[in-house]
């Protein structure tokens, strides 16, 4: 198997040997059978022990992590309940008291909320940079920094981080490098395959790609998922449930499929924003207008579904789009086949989830976002309809 579509159809999944089904069961139960040798804890746990306890492993969770594994050329998957879950895990695991993280400035609200304040109160240092300036990436590393944490396209301003440069300098200080790789997906972006040691994503986004089932991952390597697993998924437990992982595998069987669609009607509606009136910016990947355009050309082979806009106030249009809007639908979350949007107010960011220590940047987000930004997860409808929804709304 060496196509895309060909590895998202059939990685991780057979036909059933008891029955012959040709679509893959869902296994329910949380045990299973053991013999006499079983053993109790799971600092037993190898790669010769079967099925066990479902906060150990399932048949139906594993069928989900090979085919990411596949789909991403990584060693091994862990999946968890949802994307906190996963990237909470692989902090607690990489990360001890006395040793100093570098994060990206702008990034997932959860994780910014959380490495505000939880993980210091944990003793561990924590830097906010502006990823997408390598060189200031490379002045926050300390000899004890054990960890570099980006996200590319970052959420929700869509700057871009050169993962192949900046896991050459984490990698440089013996740091290792972990990437949310949510809004880029594996069709568009392979980042071990350019130095990273580590890869999230939020399954309940472009993955699951239908809305109806939270889901995280994390892949990377087989020794250190195998630890990742041992010491996050079976002790604290944020274990994904079977029936979200066979959702979530029957949304990733049209990935590449839906990226294409995604990343079509995204330049479409795109370029109908740049040319609107009142939209005074628009920040996508696919646009030669983006600051970094290059980058985005090199890095990703799918410019994915997700535009940033500003428009002049942003908060007036804010309540008329979510009250003329008949498509689109004025919520949070993203990578559903269904259009989404949400106005994010720079105001109340900068003042709850994002924390800035130098002026560059805060001069960073107010050249991307202004007074604030519309987020919109471009959907699998019609672009035609999706562009007259927008022009009904935005009058
Ligand atoms: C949604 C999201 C998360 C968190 O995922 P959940 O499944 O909601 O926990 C993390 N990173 C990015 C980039 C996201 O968009």
Redesign the pocket.
């Known amino acids: 198997m060496t196509g895309d579509q060909t590895k998202a159809i059939h990685s991780g999944e057979h036909p059933d040997p008891a029955t012959g089904a040709s679509a893959p069961n869902i296994v329910m139960s949380t045990t299973f059978v053991a013999g006499p040798e079983a053993t109790f804890s799971v600092e037993g746990l190898d790669d010769d022990t079967g099925w066990f306890y479902t906060r150990w492993g399932n048949p139906t969770i594993h069928q989900l992590e090979e085919k990411l594994a596949a789909l991403e050329e990584a060693g091994a998957a862990v999946a968890f309940a949802?994307?906190?879950?996963a990237?909470s895990a692989l902090l607690l695991h990489l990360l001890r008291a006395g040793d100093h993280a570098v994060i990206s400035d702008v990034?997932?609200a959860?994780?910014s909320e959380m490495t505000n304040e939880m993980i210091p109160g944990l003793n561990i240092g924590i830097t906010k940079v502006n990823a997408s300036d390598v060189e200031a990436v490379k002045a926050a590393l300390r000899p004890n920094t054990a960890l570099v944490y980006i996200?590319t396209p970052c959420?929700p301003l869509l700057r871009l981080t050169d993962i192949a440069s900046v896991a050459e300098a984490a990698h440089s200080v013996g740091a290792k490098l972990a990437v949310?790789s949510?809004?880029a997906t594996p069709v568009a972006t392979r980042p071990l395959l350019l130095g990273a040691d580590f890869v999230?994503h939020?399954?309940?986004?472009y993955a699951s790609g239908h809305g109806d089932a939270?889901?995280?991952v994390v892949l990377g390597n087989k020794a250190d998922l195998a630890g990742l697993r041992k010491k996050t998924a079976i002790r604290l437990g944020g274990v994904i449930s079977p029936f979200n992982a066979w959702l979530i595998m029957r949304g990733l069987a049209t990935l590449p499929i839906r990226m294409r669609v995604h990343e079509d009607n995204a330049l479409k509606v795109a370029a109908y924003l740049e040319r609107h009136p009142k939209v005074k910016r628009v920040i996508y990947p696919g646009l030669p207008s983006h600051p970094q355009y290059e980058l985005a050309r090199r890095q990703m082979k799918n410019f994915s579904g997700m535009i940033a806009f500003q428009v002049e106030d942003g908060k007036e249009a804010a309540r008329r789009l979510a009250g003329r809007l008949q498509i689109i639908h004025y919520a949070v979350?993203?990578g559903h086949h269904r259009s989404l949007i949400f106005y994010l107010d720079s105001a109340e960011l900068l003042s709850t989830s994002f924390r800035f220590s130098t002026p560059e940047q805060l001069a960073s987000w107010n050249v991307y976002a202004g007074e604030g930004i519309f987020r919109l997860s471009v959907g699998l409808e019609d672009a035609e309809d999706l562009i007259a929804d927008l022009e009904r709304a935005l009058g």
């Open positions: 949802s994307g906190m879950g990237i990034a997932y959860a994780l996200e959420n949310d949510t809004f999230i939020s399954l309940t986004k939270l889901g995280g979350s993203l």
